[in-house]
């Protein structure tokens, strides 16, 4: 699980700094298949995360800011 959540906020931190590059690209970056990729995307964007992906930059970034938070309450 711990490595699950690293891995989400390892995208997270990618996504904000709209560095991602290709699906292909970020995927590599990740050290993960591109359809891992995707299904981590969608957790994310299950929990409300706003992404999109811009074809000029060649990136995934946040439709609005933030950042995405894991927390224990």
């Known amino acids: 699980m711990k490595q699950y ?20 690209e970020f995927a590599q970056k990740m050290g993960i298949s591109e359809r891992s990729l ?10 409300g995360a706003p992404i999109r992906f ?3 930059d060649h990136s995934y970034y946040y439709e609005i800011d933030g950042q995405f938070y894991i927390s224990f309450l």
């Open 5 to 24: 959540l690293s891995l989400l906020v390892r995208l997270d931190q990618f996504i904000r700094q709209k560095g991602t590059g290709s699906p292909p």
């Open 38 to 47: 995707y299904e981590y995307l969608k957790v994310l964007k299950d929990h």
């Open 54 to 56: 811009s074809r000029q």
